[in-house]
C-alpha cells in the first residue's frame, strides 16, 4: 500500500522481517483483559511495528495504534482454533455502536436488539455494547485507538490519516463466527461444551421460550468483555449463539381453528422502512477507507472464499456491482503524471494505487495485484521514511484515494479524440403523428440543443423515416435545408458523401429550421409502415467514420427490410417451454448489427412509443450492444406522456456522457472476472466496449478462480475505464478496491451485503428468463435462499433451536424479502399479470440499473401525506419527508393520503374519508372523473401551503432520477387502483405469497431439504 507498512502488503505473513527502512518499535501497551499484544498461543500475532519516523511538523504521522478498532483478529487467514469444548481465543473489544443508531450496528454482528421482533430489556446493570460494564459505551476501547478514522482526504495536499496497524482491507471478520440470527425472541443458556454467548445480547427469558429437558430457566448475564469469543469451523460457531434471536414460523399445517400466522407478528419483520430504507443503501461491512466507494463498486460479499471447495459451500454469488460514472457530491481527483507517464504494472498493467508498497527507499513499487517489482520513473522518484511511506504522499492523490482519473496521454489513443455526434431519427408515420409523438420529440429536442455537451465541437445529423429514409442537407451556406429521400430502406445508402454532419454552433438556423420543417411536412400522411432498421443502417453509413450517438424515436413497427419483426404475442406460449422465445430476439440480424455498430463506436438510444405490441425484445438489442438507454412508453398519448418523454430526453442529452469507451476489471493473484453482465459488447475475453457511458448505466462481474487457493489474506478488484470526456479529453478513471480473504463460511455471512447480493441475482434472473421459464428461475432463486439458510441453520447444533423457528443472520435480514418482491416485479411475475413487451422492458432496464435504483424498485417507498407537518421543506430547497411504510394493505387508512415512489413512477393514494376539497386546494379540480386525475400532469403548485408541500413532496422523489415519474393520482374505488395493489409486496396478490407465507414457504424448506 502506498508506502503503508508492510502488514498492508498482499502476502504479508507474521514474522516476516520488516521492509527496507523499518525499525522494530517497542512492544504495544497491554490490551484489555490482560491480554498481551500477541494474543493467545497459536493466534495470529500481530508484527510489532515501530512509530513512523518524524518527517517534520508537516509531514508527522501520529503513532499506529496497538489495539482497538484496527487491531487485527486472531485467526484471520491462518489456521483454525481448537474445536468446540476448548476456551476460544479471545479477541480485542469492538467500539460501541454509533450515536443514534441504538444497539443495532450497520455491521450486523454485535447487536444485542433484534430487527424484528422486541426482545425483552435489560436487567438493571447488565453490560453496555461490548459486554463492557454500565457507560462502557462512553469509553475508548483498549489501547487507545480512536473509535472512528479520519475521513478520507479527496484532494491533494489533505493530510492523509494512519492506517490502523494490522488490519488489511478495512474489515474485521470475526474468529470463523458467523454473524447472530437478526430476528425473533431469546433462547435458553448454552447447550453442554458450549462457550457462553457473546457480550451484547440479552440473556434474560422470553415468554414462550424454555430452556432444553432437564437444565434450568437461564439467568439474565452478560457476556464476557472482549469481542467475539468464537473458534473457527462449523463447530467453532456454536459458542456464539449459545442464546439466539429467531422467528416463530409455521413449517406445516396449523392446528383446527387457528390463524395460519399464529405466531407470527407481521409487524415486526424485517424490512427496509424508516431508518432502514436509507441504511441498506450502503454496504453494512465497513470497508478500508482508502478503498473506492460503494456508489462505484459494491461487492455482494464483502469478503472472498479462500479455496474453491469454501466456494462451493457458499451458494451466493461472488460478483461486483460496478458504476463507473456514478454522481457524487465531491468530484473525483483527476492526476497528470506529465512526463512520467502513467505509473503501471509492467506485468499485470495494474494502475499505481493506495495499496502499492514502495520499497529501496522509494526506487521501485510492489503491485499488490501481482506482486511483481517495479522501477519508479525518475520524474516520479521521492524518498520514503523509515516505514516506507513516501515524503509527499499528501499531494499525491492516487495514493490516497480508491477512485482517480488520469489524463491520458497519446499512446492512450488511436485516434484524435471524438467530437460528441448526434443524429436524430423521427419516426414520421401515421402513428407517430397521430400520437402526438412527433411533435412531442421535435419539441424536446429543440429545447436540449443550446445543453448539448461538447460546445463549440459538438455535430448534429437529422433524418426521418416511414416506408423511406430522409436525409437533410443543412448546411451553413444554404438558404434552407435540403431533404434527400432514400426510396430503397432495404439497400439504404448515401445520397451525398459529406455534410450530413454539421457543427451546431455554424449551422444553428439550419436545424431549428429542418425541425420546423418535419413538424409540417409530415402532418397528413398516411404511410403507416416503418423502416427502423433502414434508418439505422442509414444512420450508419454516415457515422461510421467518427461515430456518436443516434437518439431515435419509433411509433410504428418495423414492417421493412433486414429486421423486419412479425407478431409474436402467442398467449398459447404462456406457462409452456416455448414462453422462453416471446423474451428473446429470433432475428439474428439485431445482434449482429449492433455489434457492427459497436465497432465503429455507434450508440443507439430508442424512444419506443408503440400503440401495440411492437417486439420490444428485439428492438432493445440495438441499444444493449452499443451502450445504448431503451425507453418504452406502452401506448404512448402526448397529452399523458409528453412531460416525460421531454424530460427523460433531457436527462439523457445532457447528462455527463463518456465517448468511445472500454473498460476491463482485474482482480489479484488466483482469482479472475468469470463472467460479465450488461449493456455491452465483450472484445478480446475481457475488455467492455462500451460507445458511451454515462453515470446511469451500471455493469456486473462474477469473481471465479483461477487456482484453487487464494495465496494471500487480502486480494484486490480494480476497475479501469478509458473514455473521452465531451470537451475532448482522453481520461482513465480508476477504482481500486481491497477485499479480505477468509478461511470460514462464518466470516462470510458476517460479510454478506444482502441488498448487493440481491441486485445480482435481480441481474442474473433478468439473463436466466431469456432461457428459461420463468416458473425455472423463480425455483432458481427460492433454491438459493433455502440452500444458505439452511447452511446458516447447520452451523448450529439442532438441540439450540426447535423446528418452528426461522433462523435469519442479521446481513441477509433483507433477503427473503427482496426474494419475494423480485418474484412480484414484471420481471417474474406470472405472464396472465404482465405483456411481454412490459417483461421485456423490464429485462433490459434491470441489466443496467444503478444499485439504488433496483432496490427501489423492487420495495418501493410510501410515505403518508395526510399529515403535513410531517414534511418540511428547507431554505435551500431539500425537503424532508414522513418516514417510510411497510408495503401492506394493514397500514393504509381510508382516512389517509398517500405517496408510493417505485423509481419509474409515482401514485397518490387518496382513501374515501379524505374531503374532495383536497384535490380543490392542491391541483385545482373540482370532481374530477377519474380519466381527469390519469391525465393530470402534476408539476406546479397551487399558491396555498397543502398544495406546496404535496408538491414539493413528489419533486423531492423526482429528483436526480434517471426517469421522470409520471405521477397518478387516484382516489379509492377508482378503477385506477388496481395500478397500485401489486406495488403492495407484502400482501397475497393472485396467485403470489404474501411476505408471512413466503417466509413459511422458505421455512419449511429449510427444513425439509
Known amino acids: 500500500m502506498a508506502g503503508r507498512p508492510p502488514q498492508y502488503q498482499q502476502g504479508y505473513q507474521p514474522g516476516r522481517p520488516p521492509a527496507p527502512g523499518m525499525q522494530p518499535g517497542p512492544p504495544g501497551p497491554p490490551l484489555g483483559n490482560g491480554i498481551p499484544p500477541q494474543g493467545p498461543p497459536g493466534a495470529f500475532r500481530p508484527p510489532q511495528g515501530g512509530q513512523p ?9 501520529p503513532p499506529m495504534p496497538q489495539g482497538g478498532v484496527g487491531a487485527p483478529r486472531p485467526g484471520m487467514g491462518g489456521p483454525l482454533p481448537p474445536g468446540p469444548g476448548m476456551q476460544p481465543p479471545q479477541q480485542f473489544q469492538r467500539p460501541p455502536p454509533p450515536t443514534g443508531m441504538g444497539a443495532q450496528g450497520l455491521n450486523g454482528g454485535v447487536s444485542s436488539a433484534p430487527q424484528a421482533v422486541p426482545m425483552m430489556g435489560k436487567p438493571p446493570g447488565a453490560p453496555g455494547p461490548g459486554g463492557m460494564g454500565p457507560g ?10 480512536p473509535l472512528s478514522r479520519p475521513p478520507v482526504p479527496q484532494q491533494a495536499g489533505a493530510p492523509v490519516p494512519p492506517r490502523p496497524v494490522g488490519q488489511v482491507g478495512g474489515f474485521q471478520p470475526p474468529t470463523g463466527g458467523a454473524p447472530p440470527p437478526a430476528m425473533g425472541m431469546q433462547r435458553g443458556p448454552p447447550g453442554p461444551g458450549q462457550a457462553p454467548a457473546p457480550q451484547g445480547f440479552n440473556q434474560g427469558p422470553a415468554p414462550g421460550n424454555f430452556a432444553p429437558p432437564g437444565q434450568p430457566p437461564p439467568p439474565a448475564f452478560g457476556g464476557a468483555a472482549g469481542g467475539y469469543g468464537g473458534q473457527a469451523g462449523r463447530g467453532g460457531t456454536e459458542a456464539i449463539l449459545g442464546q439466539f434471536q429467531s422467528l416463530t414460523m409455521s413449517a406445516g399445517p396449523v392446528a383446527p381453528g387457528q390463524p395460519a400466522d399464529v405466531g407470527v407478528d407481521a409487524a415486526s419483520f424485517p424490512r427496509p422502512v424508516g431508518p432502514d430504507a436509507e441504511n441498506m443503501l450502503t454496504p453494512q ?125 497519446e499512446e492512450y489513443m488511436v485516434r484524435p479524440p471524438m467530437p460528441p455526434t448526434y443524429v436524430f431519427a423521427f419516426d414520421v408515420s401515421y402513428p407517430a403523428i397521430a400520437s402526438g409523438l412527433l411533435a412531442s420529440a421535435i419539441d424536446a429536442v429543440k429545447s436540449c440543443l443550446d445543453s448539448l455537451p461538447g460546445a463549440e465541437r459538438t455535430q448534429v445529423g437529422i433524418l426521418t423515416y416511414d416506408s423511406n429514409v430522409h436525409f437533410y442537407n443543412m448546411r451553413a451556406d444554404q438558404s434552407s435545408p435540403q431533404m434527400l429521400v432514400i426510396p430503397d430502406a432495404t439497400h439504404p445508402y448515401l445520397p451525398q458523401p459529406e455534410d450530413l454532419l454539421v457543427n451546431l454552433q455554424e449551422c444553428r438556423h439550419q436545424i431549428d429550421a429542418a425541425l420546423d420543417v418535419i413538424s409540417k411536412a409530415f402532418g397528413k400522411t398516411q404511410d403507416v409502415e416503418g423502416c427502423l432498421s433502414g434508418a439505422i443502417q442509414a444512420t450508419y453509413l454516415v457515422m461510421q467514420h467518427v461515430g456518436g450517438k443516434m437518439v431515435c424515436f419509433q411509433s410504428s413497427v418495423p414492417s421493412s427490410g433486414e429486421g423486419k419483426l412479425r407478431p409474436k404475442e402467442d398467449l398459447a406460449s404462456y406457462n409452456t417451454e416455448r414462453e422462453y422465445k416471446l423474451r428473446k430476439a429470433e432475428d439474428p440480424f439485431f445482434k449482429r448489427f449492433g455489434g457492427e455498430c459497436n465497432r465503429i463506436q455507434m450508440c443507439i438510444d430508442i424512444f419506443c412509443c408503440p400503440p401495440k405490441f411492437t417486439d420490444v425484445a428485439s428492438l432493445s438489442v440495438f441499444s444493449s450492444t452499443t451502450g445504448g438507454q431503451f425507453y418504452f412508453y406502452p401506448a404512448f398519448f402526448a397529452r399523458k406522456d409528453g412531460m416525460k418523454l421531454k424530460a427523460e430526453v433531457t436527462r439523457n442529452l445532457t447528462r455527463e456522457t463518456g465517448w468511445e469507451a472500454v473498460m476491463r476489471v482485474r482482480m489479484g493473484k488466483g482469482l479472475k472476472c468469470t463472467n460479465f453482465h450488461g449493456h455491452f459488447m465483450i472484445r478480446s475475453n475481457d475488455l467492455m466496449a462500451l460507445p458511451t457511458v454515462d453515470p446511469d448505466k451500471s455493469m456486473h462481474v462474477d469473481i471465479g478462480y483461477e487456482d484453487q487457493m487464494v495465496p494471500h489474506q487480502t486480494t484486490y478488484l480494480q476497475c479501469a475505464l478509458l473514455y473521452t470526456t465531451s470537451l475532448g479529453e482522453r481520461r482513465i478513471r480508476v477504482h481500486t478496491t481491497a477485499i479480505p480473504v477468509v478461511s470460514d463460511i462464518g466470516q462470510l455471512f458476517k460479510a454478506c451485503d444482502s441488498c448487493a447480493i440481491g441486485t445480482v441475482l435481480a441481474k442474473l434472473a433478468a439473463e436466466k428468463i431469456r432461457s428459461t421459464t420463468i416458473k425455472e428461475t423463480v425455483h432458481i432463486l427460492n433454491k438459493k435462499v433455502i440452500d444458505i439458510l439452511k447452511e446458516y441453520r447447520q452451523l448450529y447444533s439442532t438441540h439450540l433451536h426447535p423446528h418452528n423457528k426461522l433462523i435469519l443472520p442479521e446481513t441477509m435480514k433483507m433477503l427473503p424479502l427482496l426474494m419475494l418482491c423480485m418474484q412480484k416485479s414484471a420481471l417474474l411475475k406470472s405472464p396472465n399479470e404482465v405483456t411481454t413487451d412490459e417483461r421485456s422492458n423490464t429485462i433490459f432496464q434491470i441489466l443496467s440499473m444503478p444499485f439504488d435504483n433496483v432496490m427501489k424498485f423492487f420495495y418501493p417507498r410510501m410515505y403518508p401525506l395526510h399529515d403535513l407537518n410531517q414534511i418540511v421543506v428547507e431554505k435551500e430547497g431539500s425537503v424532508k419527508l414522513p418516514q ?43 370532481n374530477p372523473s377519474p380519466q381527469d386525475l390519469m391525465n393530470l400532469q402534476v408539476g406546479s403548485a397551487l399558491e396555498n401551503p397543502t398544495s406546496q408541500k404535496v408538491i414539493a413532496a413528489v419533486n423531492s422523489v423526482r429528483k436526480d432520477n434517471m426517469y421522470y415519474q409520471h405521477c397518478y393520482v387516484v382516489r379509492q374505488g377508482d378503477p385506477a387502483e388496481a395500478m397500485i395493489l401489486p406495488w403492495l409486496v407484502e400482501d397475497k396478490f393472485q396467485t403470489s405469497y404474501s411476505y408471512t407465507n413466503y417466509l413459511g414457504y422458505i421455512h419449511k424448506g429449510v427444513l425439509t431439504r
Request: glycine share 10%; proline share 9%; aromatic share 10%.
Open 53 to 61: 519516523m518524524p518527517r517534520g511538523p508537516a509531514m508527522m504521522r
Open 136 to 145: 462502557a459505551a462512553s469509553r475508548p476501547p483498549p489501547g487507545g485507538a
Open 285 to 409: 461491512v465497513q470497508r478500508d477507507q482508502y478503498s473506492a466507494d460503494p456508489k462505484f463498486v459494491r461487492l455482494a460479499t464483502n469478503a472472498i472464499p479462500n479455496s474453491v471447495e469454501l466456494k462451493k459451500q457458499w451458494c451466493l454469488p461472488s460478483a461486483a456491482v460496478i458504476q463507473p460514472l456514478a454522481g457524487m457530491k465531491q468530484p473525483v481527483p483527476v492526476v497528470n503524471f506529465g512526463a512520467a507517464g502513467i505509473i503501471r504494472c509492467r506485468q499485470c498493467r495494474t494502475y499505481v494505487n493506495p495499496f502499492v508498497q514502495f520499497v529501496d527507499g522509494g526506487r521501485r513499487w510492489k503491485c499488490n495485484v501481482c506482486g511483481a517489482f517495479n522501477e519508479v520513473p525518475v520524474e516520479y522518484f521521492c524518498t520514503t521514511d523509515g516505514n516506507g511511506i513516501r515524503r509527499d504522499i499528501n499531494e499525491r492523490p492516487e495514493l490516497n484515494c480508491g477512485s482517480v482519473e488520469y489524463l491520458a496521454p
Open 884 to 926: 417510510t411504510m411497510p408495503l401492506t394493505l394493514n397500514n393504509i387508512k381510508d382516512s389517509g393520503i398517500y405517496l408510493l415512489d417505485n423509481g419509474m413512477a409515482c401514485y397518490i393514494w387518496i382513501g374515501r374519508g379524505i374531503s374532495p376539497q383536497w384535490l380543490v386546494d392542491v391541483f385545482g379540480l373540482q
